[in-house]
């Protein structure tokens, strides 16, 4: 039986100094000796990493969870000694979140946020609520939410600055001389990832990079937006005989580290004691149970990202102290802590007078940097005793950033087509579009069988059977207070209680 190629592939496994491609359903192993660009692995120095893993695991090469032909391009391409562009037309797709552009916007918006599969994880047993269900959260936050961004100016400003990175990221290439073409897909909100793939089929790009503009890979960032751009690659044929390639995650970067600690560095300069300023760390949390039941890898590389910026700064003789907490938590569940609100509370009891904050995980300005951070979690510290108070810019379009994209991207081009490769200069992974789900396994440690997105239904006096049960009861009372809403009828409306939850 010959081995299934492997769909995707982290940062985190990178030992052996080898790179594979696919061939006929089987991996083909290739030399990294004649390729334009040095080719090796990382080792990762993550607790629970052993140094001398191998790049693709017996356990992974035979797992097929999708048919080889759908993931990646059916034909051998000797990519080493193929021109970095020759007769190519080369395109790179930017996937972000997307933002309501007006007031109008945001209950449609939210809708498209919460039926997400990745966002709210239901039980397959319960996968039919999953639009009724976004249809009503989406109504009741509807109203708040519409107040924090009229406080912005009515909308978003995600989609102007994405498109500004977009060009801005497009004359770097072109400075560089890579003719490339620089798309936007946008996960929930207009130009949305289709649009994009349509616009790309029109111009006849026939390489692909794909670039998140997520630093860190998580299943409900990145994740999300590589499983919807999978399944539409499945579904054409066009894009099935596409070369790509996707860089799944690029937080270790040296220009992306290097242009934070400038931003950091700049902003420190503004206090009048600026060696003694706490460094807040601010990023978009993800419920707990993505991490130790899904295998997020989000928490750890959110970690390393902080502690590699700190390094840089500590060669610039900065040694101020710092701290990473996570923000924008919904919902009753448990999400990655310490919480952003409440760690501002405790350095304020502990004496921290001057804080500056940092958007860790964000590169535009949005509602979660411009209205939570800038005026929520500003007015919660100056409450807490905090007498200073600074934020960090998101990068946008700082020329060393926008620069260390086109680097990554240009990086990327001798590998388009190729299985999994890591690039030891760049310190960072490339791989072909794929399952979520193998990606996620390859991050276990111990080798695991990792759950699915959707955990079929288990009973019995287990963690996992206790977190699941009780996620089943706060589906019933949602489903109750959905039926309450639509019928206008119950007993709810009988107690005078239904106000309380509009």
């Known amino acids: 039986m010959p ?37 090796y692995v990382v080792r990762k120095s993550t607790p629970g990493w052993l140094e001398t893993q191998p ?57 498209n946020l919460f039926a ?42 995600l989609r102007r600055i994405t498109d500004a ?13 890579v003719p490339a073409r620089v798309y936007v897909g946008m ?32 299943i409900s960032t990145s994740g999300s937006s590589l499983r919807l751009l999978e399944s ?21 970067r040296e220009g992306y580290i290097n242009a934070m600690a400038n931003l950091i560095e700049k902003e420190l300069q503004g206090f009048d004691c600026p060696e003694k300023v706490m460094i807040f760390f601010s990023a978009h949390g993800v419920p707990l149970a993505y991490v130790e039941e899904a295998g997020d890898p989000y928490k750890a590389e959110m970690e390393e990202c902080v502690e590699l ?42 004496g921290v007078k001057s804080l500056l904050a940092v958007p860790i995980s964000f590169v535009s300005e ?12 500003k007015e919660l510290a100056l409450k807490s005793g905090i007498e200073k108070w600074g934020r960090v810019p998101a990068l946008g379009t700082e020329p060393t950033f926008i620069s260390d994209l086109a680097d990554a991207v240009i990086e990327s081009l001798p590998y388009v087509g190729a299985m999994a490769v890591s690039n030891l200069e760049a310190r960072q992974s490339l791989v072909p579009l794929g399952s979520v789900e193998e990606l996620l396994a390859a991050y276990d440690t111990q080798r695991r069988e990792l759950p699915p997105p959707v955990i079929v239904w288990e009973w019995g006096w287990t963690k996992s059977a206790e977190t699941w049960n009780g996620r089943a009861a706060m589906l019933a009372v949602l489903l109750m207070l959905f039926l309450e809403v639509t019928t206008g009828e119950g007993f709810l409306h009988q107690w005078g209680i239904l106000p309380l939850f509009r």
């Open 366 to 377: 949005h509602i979660e940097t411009l209205e939570e951070i800038d005026v929520e979690y």
């Open 187 to 218: 996960r929930y909100w207009h130009p949305f990832t289709e649009e994009a793939i349509e616009q790309i089929k029109r111009d006849g790009i026939t390489k692909l990079v794909v670039l998140p503009l997520y630093p860190q890979f998580s």
């Open 3 to 39: 081995h299934s190629c492997f769909s995707l592939l982290p940062q985190a496994i990178r030992t052996s100094q080898k790179m594979y491609r696919c061939s006929g359903g089987h991996v083909v192993e290739a030399s990294s000796n004649t390729n334009p660009l040095k080719s």
């Open 232 to 252: 539409i690659f499945r579904e054409d044929e066009y894009l099935v005989n596409m070369q790509h390639t996707v860089i799944p995650s690029w937080y270790q």
């Open 116 to 157: 997400d599969p990745d966002i709210i994880r239901l039980p397959r047993l319960f996968s039919f609520l999953q639009k009724p269900l976004a249809k009503f959260v989406s109504v009741l936050r509807a109203p708040k939410s519409k107040e924090g961004y009229a406080s912005i100016g009515g909308g978003s400003p």
């Open 309 to 350: 910026i700190m390094e840089e700064l500590e060669k610039r003789k900065i040694t101020n102290g710092y701290t990473l907490a996570y923000q924008s938590r919904v919902g009753p569940v448990e999400w990655l802590k310490p919480y952003t609100d409440e760690t501002i509370v405790e350095l304020g009891k502990k």
């Open 165 to 177: 990175q977009a060009e801005e990221l497009r004359k770097s290439l072109w400075e560089k001389n």
């Open 55 to 111: 790049l693709v695991s017996e356990k992974l090469l035979y797992r097929r969870l999708l048919p080889v032909e759908a993931l990646v391009t059916p034909t051998v391409q000797d990519f080493s000694d193929t021109p970095l562009i020759g007769d190519d037309k080369i395109g790179v797709l930017l996937l972000n979140l997307g933002g309501p552009e007006t007031l109008e916007d945001v209950q449609p918006f939210l809708f």
